[in-house]
């Protein structure tokens, strides 16, 4: 168990690429930090950085009080879970399970303890004689895993290991290796582009985009108050509906206005973001959250916090409905997350309301939240 | 597999979906004796090409000479000479020359396995920046034709560098160059190119260093390819005459390939042709043994997701 700090860590490929760039993050003892982002924003360039499978461009990255920046892998101390599994496919379940400790001379009872220890908790004691071509996927991850624990090492190091599985068998893994993690208490870096994995495995996550850190905090933080715009369309399923608008002060009261529509924006709401107050007259980006609206036949109409629209789609999900509106001429749409006994019906007009508490804002230029 | 009849074919039109006759035109009597009778005809054919010249080699090897001259195309007509079998074993020496090519075989077959194996390993593997390279050069070397090397290998192998001691009539003027393939290397390390790099850096975070990563991980997910590079390497050697009948001068030295037209002027024909059905069952049992090898997957099941 040991912190794990990347000190202005960067990464450019031989071809100029730069996949990290200045990266400067702390990951506490026991902490389990994700890394989330689109393919392609340095997140496994970083964790690979820390297993050793990547050299390091600048910077230091330190694992407990060693700086690693040339110790080998082997060296290192880390544990990797892959995407694909990567067992070894010569040998039995055991003897994947077993290689790591073979090689680094752990006494031969002390092997077979930690793998028998291992199986139990991996629930793979029936198939420690088995051939990983005689697994399904479900338990090659978890062979992977198993490999990981044995070694009882530093720190995991986990490279979308639940891509790979179907729906149902991944929400179940999700809960294992969380529980795992807890359990066994070391510090463990996940990398996804999931943000569902994101939201509910991490203490921490970092968004990262284009090589650089967008933000780090606790999952709901990241939710509550995005940084920026990127990070508040990337987290969140369906993404914020975002659109340019102009605040506007009318009757003493600072308004919201896109399209047609004018939404009142309240004291509180002003004293949560006092920012606001220097783009007053002035042109911002208005994020709602799909579910901060709902359909005005099951709330309070209020003046100020309704949109009247037009559904242009309806998509019923069974616990909920998703209807697609416009909210100006432009044509830009806006998903809402409605009740599923809404009436909306395509094409047919569409009351919704908007919990003004929670609209986002953002500044045009930047893209930088505005609190 | 597309005119198999009966239970193979049905296999073969679910496993591939596209058989030109499909098992209703199979049941029409006209389908059944025409495309039947040209298979079974096809089947006769190739077996007579393929295995008719093994088969009468045989024979021939166990037919006295006097019948192998006055009736070459009878069987047996004064029954089986068993002892030219015998005779060309000792008394031709057969057997002597047998055993200095198996030796020639294995030891070409170690000294290539061993380069191709850890040259395509650092390769590909190991991958140095220099390593792109080498393999270019590697390339060119397959575009020089063998013969053209002749003179200067041979040179090398009277005068070789830094041992300045001649290796000829030494089975290392066979074993040395033999290991020199570029071909085996190219071929190794393009199998090890497509074995998933995931796996090795699995192997080097639970703590393999290069030696560990290739002998506990990389060879033992290439015996696909080390069954190939061997059977063309044992098939190689058992053939070549050129070079050993340069570099070993000593009869006793020399493998069959090279004494075998030597012997022929002084030798009996049934054991002449004996001599030359023992010479040829080494390469057909080593196929039959080996073929499996060639058909084999690559043996990489469940290491990673497909």
């Known amino acids: ?371 | 597999m597309i005119f198999v009849p009966g239970r193979r074919r049905a296999r073969s039109v679910e496993g591939s979906g596209q058989a030109l006759i499909g098992p209703d035109e199979w049941r029409r009597t006209k389908v059944k004796w025409g495309f039947g009778g040209a298979q079974a005809l096809l089947l006769v054919g190739l077996i007579i090409v393929g295995l008719g010249p093994l088969l009468w080699l045989a024979k021939s090897a166990i037919t006295p000479t006097n019948d192998t001259i006055t009736f070459p195309m009878a069987l047996f007509p004064h029954g089986a000479a068993w002892s030219n079998l015998h005779r060309a074993w000792f008394d031709v020496r057969v057997g002597r020359y047998f055993w200095n090519t198996v030796e020639l075989a294995i030891g070409s077959w170690l000294t290539q396995v061993f380069v191709a194996t850890t040259a395509g390993f650092a390769l590909s593997v190991l991958r140095p920046k220099y390593a792109k390279v080498i393999t270019a050069l590697l390339l060119t070397t397959l575009f020089v034709p063998a013969v053209v090397l002749l003179v200067p290998l041979y040179v090398e192998i009277v005068h070789p560098p830094l041992i300045h001691h001649s290796f000829i009539d030494s089975y290392w003027a066979v074993w040395l160059p033999a290991g020199a393939s570029a071909f085996n290397v190219v071929l190794v390390s393009r199998f090890f190119d497509n074995l998933p790099r995931e796996i090795f850096e699995a192997a080097r975070i639970d703590g393999a260093g290069p030696f560990r990563l290739f002998f506990s991980v990389v060879l033992p997910m290439s015996k696909p390819i080390l069954g190939v590079v061997s059977v063309f390497a044992v098939l190689a050697s058992w053939k070549d005459f050129l070079w050993p009948l340069l570099v070993l001068t000593n009869p006793d030295q020399q493998p069959l390939s090279v004494r075998l037209p030597q012997i022929q002027s002084q030798t009996e024909l049934g054991v002449f042709l004996a001599a030359l059905f023992i010479a040829s069952l080494v390469p057909i049992i080593g196929f039959l043994i080996f073929q499996r090898s060639f058909l084999r997957g690559t043996g990489l099941g469940g290491a990673i997701k497909g």
């Open chain 1, 1 to 371: 168990m040991a912190a794990i700090e990347f000190h202005d860590v960067s990464k450019v490929f031989p071809d100029g690429t730069r996949a990290v760039d200045s990266l400067d993050l702390q990951i506490k003892d026991d902490e389990f930090m994700v890394f989330v982002g689109p393919s392609g924003c340095g997140k496994t360039t970083a964790l690979r950085m820390v297993a050793g499978l990547e050299e390091i461009s600048g910077g230091t990255i330190t694992i407990g009080d060693r700086v690693v920046n040339e110790v080998q892998s082997k060296d290192r101390d880390v544990a990797m879970v892959f995407q694909n599994y990567a067992l070894y496919p010569h040998m039995t379940v055991a003897q994947n399970l077993a290689f790591g400790l073979k090689l680094r001379k752990v006494d031969k009872a002390e092997v077979r303890r930690r793998v028998q220890v291992a199986a139990e908790t991996l629930g793979l004691e029936d198939y420690l004689q088995r051939k990983p071509s005689a697994l399904s996927g479900g338990q090659r991850q978890r062979v992977a895993m198993g490999r990981a624990i044995v070694r009882e090492p530093h720190a995991y190091l986990m490279d979308e290991p639940l891509s790979n599985l179907d729906a149902q068998l991944r929400v179940q893994m999700r809960a294992e290796i969380q529980k795992l993690q807890r359990t066994l208490g070391v510090t463990t870096i996940y990398v996804t582009h999931d943000q569902t994995e994101a939201m509910t495995m991490g203490d921490r996550i970092a968004v990262m985009r284009g090589g650089t850190l967008q933000q780090v905090d606790a999952p709901e933080q990241v939710y509550r108050r995005p940084v920026n715009r990127f990070v508040a369309g990337f987290i969140g399923s369906p993404a914020m509906n975002m659109i340019e608008a102009r605040l506007v002060r009318a009757d003493d009261e600072l308004t919201v206005r896109f399209g047609e529509h004018i939404l009142a924006i309240g004291d509180d709401v002003l004293a949560a973001r006092p920012g606001l107050r220097s783009h007053e007259g002035g042109e911002v980006v208005l994020g709602i959250r799909p579910e901060d609206l709902e359909d005005a036949a099951f709330g309070a109409a209020a003046p100020g916090r309704t949109l009247t629209t037009a559904c242009t789609l309806r998509e019923s999900l069974g616990s909920e409905v998703l209807v697609h509106f416009t909210v100006d001429d432009g044509g830009s749409t806006f998903i809402g997350r409605v009740d599923p006994l809404t009436s909306a019906r395509e094409g047919e007009s569409l009351q919704l309301l908007v919990d003004t508490a929670r609209l986002h804002f953002f500044e045009q230029a930047s893209g930088l939240a505005i609190y």
